[in-house]
């Protein structure tokens, strides 16, 4: 019997496969400091900043938003870590949507 029998729903990683979104996070993060503070912040930063704060604070229950804090304090923006958030997941949809292109063959491989 299949592992599959009875599943309604198989979710599963396809960075790389369908799409290649291994460098996008460093420039959505860009976009979203450049949006709060008007600083451009090189993306080498950018990702040492990220993972030295989602290290710091991995037991907490959401390390990202406590790292959309550090956003806030390090850059100085009024907004809340919720509202930081929802500004970066309606970054993420934007470059997911309009920046990132399917790799070739992508449409063939989900059919």
Known sequence: MSMFHGKKLICFDLDRTLIDSVGIWNQVDASLIEQLSTQKIDLDVIQ??????????????????????????FYGSKLSKQEIKMQRHALSYHYLDHIIALKPQAELFLK
């Open 48 to 73: 040492q900043q990220r993972d030295r704060q989602l290290k710091k604070f991995k037991n907490c229950v959401d390390p990202y938003l406590e790292y959309y804090g550090f956003i806030q304090d």
